[in-house]
Nanobody, 125 residues
Framework: QVQLVESGGGLVQAGGSLRLSCVAS????????MGWFRQALGKEREFVAG????????SYADSVKGRFTISRDNAKNTVYLQMNSLKPEDTAVYYC??????????????????WGQGTQVTVSS
């Protein structure tokens, strides 16, 4: 089992920034790739960003490229999502997820095995 706890969500004005954190416990952190997903009200969960176990590879949704940055600190068992130039359409519950090491960072929810409880991000216009 892997436990994931997200933090850092909140209310921010359009154009502002937030940094989400996700701390993992229960298994060896470097055995896993990490991802961030989000789910807006009434919509399906969608991929936001992912990073492989060694941080040598990252992947981003087109909608966040150039604005969001994913990173991880294996010494702290933590993955981060730096979100800049936020837009109202970024409003959603953000989830971190853990999945097995893959050749390429997975972008589908089914590829991830463990999920956090989510943190709300609200961007006002």
């Amino acid at each position: 089992q892997v436990q994931l706890v997200e933090s850092g969500g909140g209310l921010v004005q359009a154009g502002g920034s937030l940094r989400l954190s996700c701390v993992a416990s229960g298994r060896t952190f470097t055995n896993y790739d990490m991802g961030w997903f989000r789910q807006a009200l009434g919509k399906e969960r969608e991929f936001v960003a992912g990073v492989n176990w060694s941080s040598s590879s990252t992947s981003y949704a087109d909608s966040v490229k150039g604005r969001f940055t994913i990173s991880r600190d294996n010494a702290k068992n933590t993955v981060y999502l730096q979100m800049n130039s936020l837009k109202p359409e970024d409003t959603a519950v953000y989830y971190c997820a853990v999945g097995p090491r893959r050749f390429r960072v997975a972008t589908t929810p089914s590829a991830y095995d463990y999920w956090g409880q989510g943190t709300q991000v609200t961007v006002s216009s």
